[in-house]
């Protein structure tokens, strides 16, 4: 999968510096992640090891200067009759945010789906993160559920929404 500069790659365990890295330049906006301390390459190993290229992948987007982005399926909720479904997520290093990206990984992980054996993705998104939620509405994903000040950063109490697509 690679247009003339960019290139997506299976992670390898050696990348999980520069995903940490792309993770953390988020935190402090309060806009991507309920974390709200930088976490720490060692935390963050157990979750690098869930992904499996076949099952549940965690790509790398590299560029002409290097990692750019990444992007993780997840398994929702555990269960073996969710196994068909599967959150994604996407994180874009700060100076290739609002370059395009953002869709081109959501459209491979889209394309990806049959061979996952994908046939719903979601997407957990706060309802203040303008970008996120006009992106994948833009690819048909619709509003599944509000969950209404379910997280709270520094005070404020935010939305959290769940945007859904069959996808197979």
């Known amino acids: 999968m690679s247009t003339p500069d960019l290139t997506i790659r ?11 890295r ?7 906006g309060r806009m991507v992640t309920a974390d709200t301390e930088p976490v720490t390459v ?3 190993e157990y979750w690098f090891h869930e ?6 992948p965690l790509w790398i ?7 750019c982005g990444w992007l993780s399926f997840q ?4 269960r073996p009759a969710y196994n068909a479904t599967a959150e994604v997520s996407i994180y874009i290093d700060e100076a290739h945010r609002g370059k395009g990206i953002g869709r081109y990984l959501l459209q ?3 394309d990806a789906c ?6 719903t993705l979601l997407g957990f998104i706060f309802g203040h993160n303008e970008p996120s939620l006009k992106l994948f509405r833009s690819f048909g994903f619709e509003n599944w559920a509000h969950l209404p000040g379910i997280a709270e950063l520094d005070g404020i109490e935010r939305d959290l929404i769940i945007l859904g697509k069959r996808v197979g």
């Open 108 to 110: 491979q992980a889209i």
């Open 75 to 78: 398994s929702f909720y555990g």
């Open 51 to 56: 992904h499996s290229a076949d099952f549940r």
């Open 22 to 28: 792309i993770y953390n330049s988020t935190v402090a």
């Open 10 to 20: 299976d992670a390898q365990l050696e990348d999980l510096y520069e995903i940490v």
């Open 114 to 119: 049959p061979r996952l054996r994908i046939k």
């Open 61 to 67: 987007l590299e560029s002409r200067s290097g990692v």
């Open 42 to 44: 060692e935390s963050r």
